[in-house]
């Protein structure tokens, strides 16, 4: 049996019953006890609440309320949940708004707590802004690449390169590590410290040509690069801090 089928049926064989053993599981899957001890230290990696007892009335047990959201929902799927809900908040009434941060709550609630600490930790570097002032040109449709790169490089801390296009027309070769994400409808920018100016910037997402993510890790910077990136911006947790923004580069 493949591993991920082997966890799949693992996680049915707990949610059926609550007095399995290491050993009783292993039988049922064919596999030995060394395998069902680093399966279900995988299973708990990735926000299952199992508990192992032992003596009388022990076994291994599965918190059922784990199930559903560990199951289906990865970190980023939670965050672009809330995103999608906080970005609908800047925008005018929209039909249904008020049902999804009801069933987003339910899911907030049915977190394990790690797994709530870390997309609280990820939420932090997420920014909701005013919209943008309405301009006589429409916005560029933003590369399907750029989407792709930037998702890999900010969960990743990897360092993007990319061609940048300035209102003007001037073209330039930018590497950035991205730290953050501020949204400003209908556009968004990625908040960045710029690696070839040490200097942090914003970058419009339209007028990035040429994405390219590279095998160049970056640490974390401290996180007023990102809280004072925009005066009335709040992060998707907390209000962010009021202080000067790096220029968005023109």
């Not at 995988?42 to 192992?52: C, K, S, T, V, W």
């Not at 990743?156 to 027309?169: A, D, E, H, K, S």
Request: hydrophobic share 45%; net charge positive; glycine share 4%.
């Amino acid at each position: 049996m493949a591993a991920t089928a082997r966890h799949d049926a693992l996680v049915r064989l707990l949610r059926h019953r609550a007095d399995w053993t290491t050993d009783s599981l292993a039988a049922e899957l064919a596999v030995s006890r060394r395998t069902i001890l680093r399966d279900l230290n995988l299973l708990r990696d990735r926000g299952f609440r199992i508990r192992a007892m032992s003596g009388p009335g022990g076994g291994v047990r599965l918190d059922p309320s784990s199930v559903l959201v560990s199951s289906q929902l990865a970190t980023r799927d939670v965050v672009a949940l809330i995103l999608t809900i906080a970005v609908a908040r800047a925008t005018p009434a929209v039909p249904f708004a008020a049902g999804a941060e009801r069933a987003l709550a339910k899911i907030e609630n049915a977190l394990p707590r790690d797994r709530a600490s870390e997309i609280l930790r990820f939420m932090d570097r997420v920014l909701i802004g005013e919209p943008s002032v309405p301009s006589s040109a429409p916005p560029a449709p933003v590369d399907d690449r750029f989407l792709v790169a930037f998702e890999e490089a900010f969960t990743r801390l990897r360092v993007l390169r990319f061609r940048y296009q300035t209102p003007t027309g001037t073209n330039s070769i930018r590497r950035i590590e991205p730290h953050g994400l501020l949204v400003r409808v209908p556009h968004w920018y990625a908040i960045a410290w710029d690696l070839d100016r040490a200097a942090p910037r914003l970058f419009r997402s339209d007028r990035v040509r040429s994405p390219r993510l590279t095998d160049q890790a970056f640490t974390p910077r401290p996180h007023d690069l990102v809280t004072g990136v925009c005066p009335d911006a709040r992060s998707l947790r907390r209000s962010a801090s009021r202080r000067a923004a790096p220029k968005e580069i023109r």
